[in-house]
């Protein structure tokens, strides 16, 4: 099962891998033809993705590894370092764009054919727009975060090549009126404004990736999920939970629960069925899981200690 779900991932990832690359020579020919900066914008920025793309792909088959003594926990943090990695490469370039584009301005701006840049970015919105709901219908069955990831660039493509195209066929109308002398700032504008919206997405997957690559707990909406979980599950057979230790590294979370009861007396066949339902509640939300029980025992005094 698991090999089938790493070569649907993979196969996944080679569509979004294609697709970039083909977005990016369409983005350049067309920067190249307009010298818009908007436009080359977007062409870096999908062709960076690509290319940090490409190379996680060859890492998937690492991440269903099983774990082990040696890797406790597998290869899961390689992806989260990944992610991490594609993160700042990201926000890099968005901010190098960001001054590129103001230095422009500050040399006086650049004449395009903004009419056609608005053009050709509605062409690209119903295309991004194609992709997305192929991916997302795909994604159905693997739920990868790599994918995840990926969907949340299309959704943002999407949205920006709506905005810029708007913009540019407004501004195409700036031509004819009082306000002709800002046609030769509308593209850096446009590009800086693009860049400041995608800024915080490479931001928030670093954030993300960096809890995950040190072992924080998840967010909380993810720990009151599990907890409410279990908690449904100890109160049939009178256990209390007295510590969860929660880690999400990747796309693997390991639930470890220590339980107390009144009578000290624990029955190992009600927590191996315990486990075993909390597993698949966990497994509805969560593709790869671990779920451990154990019995939280208290300190206890040495007998020299009780002489004293």
């Not at 062409?123 to 975060?145: E, G, Y």
């Not at 449904?232 to 990747?250: A, D, L, M, V, W």
């Amino acid at each position: 099962m698991n090999k089938e779900k790493m070569n649907y991932e993979q196969r996944l990832l080679h569509l979004t891998v294609a697709a970039g690359i083909l977005f990016s020579v369409i983005e350049v020919m067309m920067a190249i033809y307009t010298n818009s900066q908007a436009v080359l914008m977007d062409s870096i920025y999908d062709g960076a993705e690509a290319v940090v793309l490409a190379l996680m792909v060859f890492f998937v088959p690492l991440f269903y590894r099983p774990c082990s003594e040696r890797k406790p926990y597998g290869y899961a943090q390689l992806e989260s370092f990944f992610l991490l990695a594609k993160g700042g490469f990201l926000a890099a370039v968005t901010i190098g764009l960001i001054v590129g584009n103001i230095q422009m301005i500050v040399n006086g701006g650049n004449h395009v054919d903004q009419g056609l840049i608005g053009w050709f970015e509605l062409f690209l919105a119903v295309l991004s727009a194609a992709i997305l709901i192929v991916l997302m219908l795909m994604n159905r069955k693997v739920d990868s975060p790599l994918i995840k990831a990926e969907l949340l660039g299309w959704k943002i493509d999407v949205c920006s090549s709506i905005g810029v195209a708007i913009a540019f066929l407004c501004a195409n109308l700036l031509k004819e009126s009082s306000f002709a002398w800002l046609s030769a700032y509308v593209d850096q504008i446009i590009a800086i404004m693009i860049a400041m919206i995608m800024l915080p997405q490479p931001c928030r997957m670093m954030k993300d990736a960096f809890r995950s690559l040190i072992l924080f707990a998840p967010k909380d909406e993810v720990t009151q999920h599990i907890r409410g979980l279990a908690d449904q599950e100890f109160e049939r057979y009178s256990y209390i939970p007295t510590f969860y230790n929660i880690i999400q590294t990747g796309r693997r979370l390991w639930v470890e629960i220590y339980i107390q009861n009144d009578t000290n007396m624990i029955n190992v066949t009600q927590l191996a069925v315990i486990q075993k339902q909390l597993h698949e509640a966990l497994q509805d939300s969560y593709d790869d899981v671990y779920v451990e029980i154990t019995p939280d025992i208290p300190d206890m005094a040495t007998p020299n200690e009780k002489s004293r």
